[in-house]
């Protein structure tokens, strides 16, 4: 056939629907059709793959054209359950019912953010945690999270009330179904103490246990201050030796290979992958360079950051503190790059990092960093790049007091733990103190006794370099060490000693 003569495929603009009871494009007002045009958009600037772009897009064309109502009008609840209701009656295979649904939620999520509506409420199951509790206790529980959730941040509000209720009524309803609770006063230490012998058989960490606790004893502070009898031994009941924790910091060779892996997916060809692997390496700088918590990476918002002079606010974090973080010159680098594939800050939630046009859930940097410790052999957690910030600053020679300020403690003392830790700087001082103490102590006869031998002293510099080192301490160990053989070879006297590789 003729080029002239063929005929175009119809577009979609121009079809009439198969449902009748769908208004066809052409008859949509204008305001709803670039509506249409603008969630494609946003989908694709989310790195959305074409098939799903697709799918989404036909079942929001047949939302908005059986809604047939402006699209601000339309409710993301009550509306696009109409449609999810009536497209159950149509015809369509069961895998596509699957799409068209996560096509709807889309729809309303992007209906939500277009017209500021605040965000979809998530449900919680109270008869899970208050089932088995006395009606009274139940409404105490109810009565004590509205208080606390007063002090907490609206988008952290359904996370933290999950968090205080799995930790407060696990005592309560074991208490429930094995004492008899008729007032809030039979909440004794011999409750607590048959609970807490129970969940230690099973194996529970008493770290765990304590933070039950603490949670109960919050608990019965706030309804004695409502006036209620509890009893005060309970008060009293005092947590359980936990032992003394060091903090885990991550040796700098594995921080290394985890910095270059995330940095190997920022550059990617794949533009999926690079805008990942840009995100990740963001709020892993943030971590590790400014000791962000992950929680505080979650919820920091633009507002929040002052680039030009290189530092950031953090507001109500833990404790309900506030305090200023400075962020290094790559930091800031690794946010400026990200941003330039984040997406239109109108239109997308006012949190720094998002991941399928939503905050980061509490699980998200953990499993990416699972994801490159295991390409690269390396077992990491969030935190512990937390504790990596604070080890790398404080062998860098940075005040106990300043690395305090930047991590947020609210105690000198948690501080110090990260001083403890087994790094080069310890490990120098101590070998040094040791020394003169030695030559303090020695007695005539150890005057005279043979002094080590050169293997001796080679394998006392290189366990220096068994802790964290900062780059000036690396080199002075290697000038020590190479002063060391080199004399060695001068005197002869190190003929028959192995020397140890030293091994960069």
Known sequence: MPRGKSKRRPHFKDNLPNDPQVK?????????????ESFRNWLKESS?????????????????????KPYW???????????????????ISEDTKVGYHKGLVKLGEY????????PKLKKVDWGFYLGVLPAWLAEAVRLYLAHRRRAWKPERQHESTLSTLSHLTLSLRWIATHFDLAEIADLTPDAWYAYADARLESGIMPVTLNGELLELQQFLRFLEDQGHSVCPRTRLVGPLDEGDHLPRDVPADQLRKLFAEIQSQATSFNKGRQRAGRMDLAWFLLMLHSGLRTCEVRSLRFADLDLENRRLRIEQSKGLRDRMVYLSATTVAAL????????????????????????????YCGERL?????????????????????????????????????????????????????????AADYYGAMAVVERRMALPEDAL????????LLA?????????????????????????????????????????????
């Open 111 to 118: 209906l939500r953010l277009r017209c500021h509506l605040p």
């Open 48 to 68: 959305y793959g074409e098939v799903a772009i697709n799918l989404y897009s036909v079942v929001s064309r047949q939302a908005l054209g059986f809604l047939d």
């Open 370 to 426: 699972h994801t490159y410790g295991r390409r690269c052999g390396i077992d990491i957690t969030p935190h512990q790049l937390r504790h990596s910030c604070a080890t790398l600053l404080l062998n860098a020679g940075a005040p106990v007091l300043t690395v305090q300020t930047v991590l947020g403690h609210k105690w000198v003392d948690t501080t110090l733990g990260y001083a403890r830790l087994y790094d080069g700087t310890v």
């Open 460 to 504: 006392l510099i290189d366990s220096l370099r068994e802790g964290t080192l900062n780059q000036a301490q690396t080199e002075t160990i290697r000038q020590l060490r190479a002063g060391i053989l080199a004399l060695a070879e001068k005197e002869s006297t190190i003929q028959d000693v192995k020397v140890p590789t030293f091994n960069d």
């Open 449 to 456: 006794s043979e002094p080590p031998g050169m293997g001796q």
């Open 24 to 36: 066809r494009w052409s008859e949509w007002l204008p305001a709803n059709r670039g509506f249409h």
């Open 73 to 91: 009008q339309i409710d993301p609840e009550a509306d696009l359950q109409k449609v999810w209701e009536h497209l159950q009656t149509r015809p």
């Open 336 to 363: 400026q790059s990200y941003f330039e594939v984040r997406g239109p800050q109108d239109a997308l939630p006012e949190q720094v990092f998002i991941y399928a046009h939503k905050p980061l859930s509490r699980f």
